[in-house]
């Protein structure tokens, strides 16, 4: 079964990152960019099928560790069709 976890920077957090990928963008003719926000993409694969408690053990995941909770918030998406190649 896998598993994507999305952070993102909260909406009151600057994104200096993301800043200068929209100045970079604008640089290249891309001219209508109002603005960007740069985040983190995590996909998780694992080898139980069973989504009994997944949905508690990645946000567990999300809180100790892929996200800081004060500047950035997380999206969570669960797809239990794609699974391992076993």
Do not use: W, Y
């Amino acid at each position: 079964m896998k598993a994507n976890v999305i952070v993102t920077l909260k909406k009151e957090v600057l994104d200096p990152q993301g800043d200068a990928v929209r100045r970079a963008l604008k640089s290249l003719g891309f001219d209508d960019l109002e603005s960007v926000r740069v985040g983190k993409f995590i996909e998780l694969e694992f080898q139980s099928s069973h989504a009994k408690d997944l949905k508690d053990r990645l946000e567990a995941m999300s809180t100790k560790l892929l996200c800081n909770p004060v500047i950035e918030d997380f999206h969570i998406e669960v797809d239990p069709k794609q699974g391992s190649s076993e």
